[in-house]
Every structure is written in structure tokens, then in C-alpha cells.
């Protein structure tokens, strides 16, 4: 099993930043890509950013250029830096991670979750 714990949220004024974080732990062989969901009241949950296991990322239209995604393999973490937020960004934010097993099998393993607030 994989345990997945996220870090960092909190509330902001409009155009502050925040930065997640998101610790994988357990039976860990591999992982490819690393994202970051989230949230808001009353909405589906949105992929906000991905990372491949080469450092490819992309992003959702809304926070490109104001988000970066990043990661450390030696850690196993993955990060989200939110720059310029703004109170449309205010949801849960979800880490999520696609391992690979020794065999061959993928997995993916969610975030407890992390809120974020941004008051105008």
C-alpha cells in the first residue's frame, strides 16, 4: 500500500501564494505521473496539473502561467506552487499518484486533501 500525505494549505488573500506539498510512503517501486485535482463546492473535481515521471507538465487553462508543478523522486513528493491566486482557486486541493508495481501493474493512490481558501 502506498499512504499519500498533503501539506501546505491554508487561507490567502487574493494574490498571495501558497505552496503543496505531497509525501508518498509504502511499498513504493516506481512512480510515473503525479497530479494535482481539486475541488470546489458544488463543482467535479478538475485535474489542475500533471508531471510525468520525465518532468513533463501541463495545466488546466485557468492557472497556466500562475501554477507550477514540480517534483522530487528522491523524496517522492510532488509540489504545487500557486502564485497570484485568486478566490476562484478556493477548493480542496488532491494530490494523486501512478505507481507502477514490480510485476508490471499500475495504481493510483489519492491525497487525504488539503483546503485552500483565497479571500478577496
Known amino acids: 500500500q502506498v499512504q499519500l500525505v498533503e501539506s501546505g494549505g491554508g487561507l490567502v488573500q487574493a494574490g498571495g501564494s501558497l505552496r503543496l506539498s505531497c509525501a508518498a510512503s509504502?511499498?513504493?517501486?516506481?512512480?510515473?505521473?503525479m497530479s494535482w485535482y481539486r475541488q470546489a463546492p458544488g463543482k467535479q473535481r478538475e485535474l489542475v496539473a500533471a508531471?510525468?515521471?520525465?518532468?513533463?507538465?501541463n495545466y488546466v487553462d485557468s492557472v497556466k502561467g500562475r501554477f507550477t508543478i514540480s517534483r522530487d523522486d528522491a523524496k517522492n513528493t510532488v509540489y504545487l506552487q500557486m502564485n497570484s491566486l485568486k478566490p476562484e482557486d478556493t477548493a480542496v486541493y488532491y494530490c494523486n499518484v501512478e505507481t507502477r508495481t514490480r510485476i508490471g501493474n499500475y495504481n493510483y493512490y489519492w491525497g487525504q486533501g488539503t483546503q485552500v481558501t483565497v479571500s478577496s
Open positions: 508531471i510525468t515521471r520525465g518532468g513533463s507538465t
Open positions: 509504502g511499498s513504493i517501486f516506481s512512480i510515473n505521473a
